[in-house]
Nanobody, 121 residues
Framework: QVQLVESGGGLVEPGGSLRLSCAAS????????MGWYRQAPGKERELVAV???????NYPDSVKGRFTISRDGAKNTVYLQMNSLKPEDTAVYYC???????????????WGQGTQVIVSS
């Protein structure tokens, strides 16, 4: 059984910063990717940032230059540093991981419960 636990969400003023963290625990054999998605009301869930086991990183244009993803392999943890936040960044942010739980298992995507980020004056 795999669990992803997020923390760091909250209320922040435009231009402010937040740092999200996500720790994976449980039965984990091999992690392929860890990353963040977000979903605003009435919108599709979208990729925010992802980092692979080899260190490759991808950001969409909407956050590039403002958000930074990093990882701590020893702790099975990823972080999302969010700077220069805008009201349109308001969403529920979900941690995700693509991993093998056991050597005989296939790669599967796991999700955290989500953490709310509100950017407002």
């Amino acid at each position: 059984q795999v669990q992803l636990v997020e923390s760091g969400g909250g209320l922040v003023e435009p231009g402010g910063s937040l740092r999200l963290s996500c720790a994976a625990s449980g039965s984990i054999f091999s992690i392929k990717t860890m990353g963040w998605y977000r979903q605003a009301p009435g919108k599709e869930r979208e990729l925010v940032a992802v980092v692979t086991s080899t260190g490759r990183i991808n950001y969409p244009d909407s956050v590039k230059g403002r958000f930074t993803i990093s990882r701590d392999g020893a702790k099975n943890t990823v972080y999302l540093q969010m700077n220069s936040l805008k009201p349109e960044d308001t969403a529920v942010y979900y941690c995700n991981a693509v991993l093998q739980a056991t050597p005989g298992d296939y790669d599967r995507r796991y999700w955290g419960q989500g953490t709310q980020v509100i950017v407002s004056s």
